[in-house]
């Protein structure tokens, strides 16, 4: 498998995220949260997709 340092990159920042809130999903998920409502730029909502097999 070839090094490709954008993804080492990515790895690296998870590694941090993760570290920085004790590997605790909910309070990563709550920091994501806030850092989200702090930005200023748009956020695009999707509307959900039906499956298919239902």
């Keep these: ?4 340092p954008v993804i080492a990159e990515l790895y ?3 590694q941090d995220l993760a570290a ?12 994501l949260k806030v850092r ?6 748009p956020h695009i909502k999707l509307p959900a997709k039906r499956s298919s097999n239902f």
């Design 20 to 31: 920085e809130f004790d590997y605790d999903l909910k309070k990563i998920y709550e920091a």
């Design 1 to 4: 498998m070839n090094y490709d």
């Design 36 to 41: 989200q409502k702090a930005n200023p730029k």
């Design 12 to 14: 690296q920042i998870k």
